[in-house]
């Protein structure tokens, strides 16, 4: 059984969207600290900030969290987030797996985001993509 903060967090990010980002200061602590590939931010107004401009131009965005491991303050989570963004991939749907690495106390503090940016982003952009996708299958060879 996961504590309430992690059911919490949980429950917001699996229905996030562009309208209820003001859910984000039901989960965080004023001075969190949020990390993923592309920033690292200070602070819940700053955050909630970030997912809006993130959120701004997708179509939609949802997270399905799968695994929890949870000890003494600290979790880690696997994830599945399903997005669709008008400007990548053609509008299309494209599913990204990934994990967070929380610490917490009442609400989380440290939120740091693990994810293969070019399953993310890269491998959906048109020239890029192609030369990303092109050095897989050489990998694989």
């Known amino acids: 059984m996961n504590s309430p903060v992690l059911t919490n967090f949980c ?17 965080y602590s004023k001075d969190v600290e949020f990390v993923d590939a592309v920033d690292a931010i200070h602070g819940i107004d700053a955050v909630t900030e970030y997912f809006g401009h993130l959120y701004q ?12 491991v949870e000890q003494e303050g600290r979790a880690c989570l696997t994830w ?12 299309k749907k494209i599913i990204v797996e990934g994990s967070s690495f929380l610490k917490f106390t009442d609400k989380i503090d440290y939120h740091r985001d693990y994810v293969d940016m070019g399953q993310m982003l890269y491998e959906h952009l048109p020239v890029i993509g192609r030369v990303i996708k092109g050095i897989k299958n050489k990998v694989k060879a």
Request: proline content about 0%; some cysteine.
């Open 57 to 68: 131009n997708m179509k939609y965005c949802h997270f399905l969290i799968d695994n929890i």
């Open 11 to 27: 429950r917001v990010y699996q229905s996030l969207s562009v309208d209820n980002l003001n859910q984000l200061h039901e989960v």
């Open 80 to 91: 599945r987030m399903e997005y669709a963004h008008h400007k990548i991939n053609s509008g």
